[in-house]
């Protein structure tokens, strides 16, 4: 049977023990359905070859290989992953248009006793729908900005805000990036289809009806480009500001990026890619701050000469109305929280 999934939410929640991918491992290592596993019929290498036969022979033997090939990967998940599966499993198989991949498998599956079916349109129906809620059409979410400075905690507070009921989106945690030069996190970040495609599963899980918070971006989060859905209603969102000293923001860098000040090698030559920005003489100091483990001391440098000048010029010319400033002292746990107590009310009254 063929399943017709014609929401986002439908494919979160389509009722199956197990959502399959059976396309090759790049299509799934680049994007794929919330959930599912990957159990390839062709590898990315089997897949080109059948491909090119396609072209270069004729259609019905790149079938013949094909099926083949399908047959031999097919026994062994059915001997390795799947070998434990009960009577009564639910699998649903996509593959990239719904088509020979999805099908074969699907009735391998069949033949077993176990209740396949598979997703009309594959893995190009679902990528529709995230393009149509990211590209295609307005953001139904009314957002506020949480604006401030270089290390004003505004991604911890984020999560501050959603233990306190308050609707929001992290950027940054789906975009794996903590958005500067400096913000690279351990193992990369998702493709952007991955990307857009986690942002509209977050934004749909959302009531329209009360305001999001995020957090303000630039239109790029490390290499990821914020979908244009979203960021028109960025640009046109009021704007909730927090400020903290210096020497506070400095104290709460050091902390937070500590996984890169414990990898010299790693800081040493990130800092070297500002040396078209700042030259090489005041990088050097920098360099050598973080040599000798000053790591405060950096990040304030960092914050007075660039990401502060540079978080300034991009604030000129914006609009949107600022719904209130919250002014935080230093930003331990105590003063993260009385923060976030001010914000979610500021968030909770423009709702109203």
Known sequence: MVQTLNTLSAFRTSGFDTVIDVRAPAEYAEDHVPGAISLPVLSDEERARVGTIYVQVAPFEARKVGAALVARNAAAHLEGPLADKPGGWRPLVYCWRGGQRSGSFASILSQVGWRAETVAGGYKSYRRLVVAAMHDRPLAHRLILLDGDTGTAKTEILGLLASRGVQVVDLEGLARHRGSLLGAMPGGQPSQKAFEGALAHALDTLDPARPVVVEAESSKVGALQVPPSVWAAMCAAPRIEVAAP??????????????????????????????????????RDWQRMAAEGRNEDLAAALMAAHYDPRYARSREGREGRVLGHVEMGELDADGLARAADRIAALAEGAGA
């Open 246 to 283: 210096l020497s506070a923001r400095a104290r709460y860098l050091a902390r937070a990026y500590a996984d890169l000040t414990a990898d010299a090698a790693r800081l040493h030559e990130t800092l070297s890619r500002l040396v078209p920005l700042q030259g090489h003489e005041r990088v």
